[in-house]
């Protein structure tokens, strides 16, 4: 699945390109008066071959969750089990995650790929990651899984019980990672299939930032004082020994960036490595993936290396306050729509941003032309 996934990814399409920027040479406003927006529907041109590319409409947030065994290691002032806690908040529609997924009129589909502690009982339908349960689409299914705004959804696609602690050994073996990576295929095939016009990304799982400075740090050469943040917010002695903690495991490991697979097996996550699936079969798919924070961007930065092309379905939706994420960021050659601040995850910053999004690919759709609107040109 992920050979043929990569093998579908294809450079963005330059005359649909071209032809989004003589449109906005046509419309009525001064050339380049909507700055960053007119790339913007220029790039979802190209990735689409069709200009003006399709509205990105509608919506499904994609909010994989897993358990990491460095949290061991005193990485997180937060217990592991809130990591599932967070899940049942998410189900039952309590979470920031959900206030904004309904202020935008997204869906919300929750993906346990590795959680360690067993998971609140729940009302929403519980799909396998082939999407053979219930609602699922394969045997056994009823048909193509739907994107409910009102409910969130669960999926239950757990490799494994969280991560080993990569201090001590690999964090996964490479079927491990190979699984979860092909997860997030399944789950964006099946969001796709379900109508969803781009996904968001979104991640749940305490710790799991120390994974992700460890992957920003392998596969940008960022030193880890660089690629590691606070997190959920730790004091200074607790920082300096993530730090520390990131630093011996890429001395222990000395992952490859030319081997993404074996980059997510030594020091990733599950939620990591599934967030890199899911940006790899929306690139296959010509559909938009719009970034959150700094998860996200570890799992892109992963994307990108199995598939550079990958690169061109890529929309960065806010600057984490995480460091990590502005240096995998400038790695990937993305700028990132807006800047608050933000170190939720969830999802968050990626919603907040769809209407940015949505407004740079009406334009092209809806705004006049000055033939059309006769008013003269200068």
């Not at 970034?291 to 061109?312: H, N, T, Y």
């Not at 949505?358 to 334009?363: E, G, L, P, Q, T």
Request: with cysteine.
């Amino acid at each position: 699945m992920l050979e043929t996934t990569i093998g579908a990814i294809r450079p963005a399409d330059e005359a649909a390109m071209a032809a989004a920027r003589e449109l906005h040479g046509r419309l009525t406003k001064p050339a380049g008066s909507l700055g960053a927006l007119e790339e913007l529907s220029v790039r979802l041109a190209g990735l689409a071959g069709a200009c003006p590319p399709p509205l990105p409409e509608p919506a499904a947030v994609a909010i994989f969750a897993g358990d990491h065994g460095v949290h061991a290691q005193g990485v997180s002032p937060w217990p592991q089990e809130v990591t599932g806690q967070m899940i049942g908040n998410f189900l039952a529609g309590g979470a920031v995650v959900n206030a904004f997924a309904r202020q935008v009129g997204a869906s919300v589909t929750v993906v346990d790929v590795g959680v360690a502690t067993p998971l609140p009982a729940t009302d929403p339908a519980v799909l396998d990651p082939a999407g053979s349960g219930p609602g699922g689409s394969g045997p056994g299914g009823s048909g193509p899984a739907v994107l409910d705004l009102a409910v969130p959804r669960l999926v239950a696609a757990s490799v494994r019980r969280g991560t080993r602690d990569f201090t001590v050994t690999a964090a996964l073996t490479r079927d491990e990672a190979l699984a979860a990576v092909q997860t997030g295929i399944r789950i964006a095939d099946e969001l796709i299939d379900a109508g969803a016009g781009i996904l968001l990304t979104g991640d749940m799982g305490i710790g799991n930032t120390t994974p992700a400075a460890a992957l920003i740090a392998a596969f940008t050469g960022a030193d880890p004082l660089d690629s590691t943040g606070r997190g959920t917010g730790i004091d200074d002695p607790t920082y300096a020994h993530k730090v520390a903690v990131v630093r011996a495991a890429l001395i222990r490991h000395a992952p490859d960036p030319a081997d993404p697979l074996g980059v997510l097996a030594a020091v990733g996550g599950l939620e990591h490595a599934a967030l890199a699936g899911l940006i790899l079969g929306a690139a296959a798919r010509r559909t938009p993936v719009l970034l959150d924070g700094v998860i996200a961007v570890s799992a892109a930065l992963a994307a990108a290396a199995f598939a550079p092309d990958a690169v061109c379905a890529m929309v960065a939706g806010h600057r984490s306050a995480e460091p990590g994420a502005t240096a995998g960021l400038r790695h990937l050659g993305l700028d990132p729509l807006i800047d608050l601040g933000l170190r939720l995850g969830e999802g968050t910053g990626a919603l907040l941003a769809l209407p940015v999004v949505s407004c740079a690919v009406r334009v092209l759709h809806e705004v006049a032309t000055f033939d059309s609107a006769g008013v003269a040109e200068k």
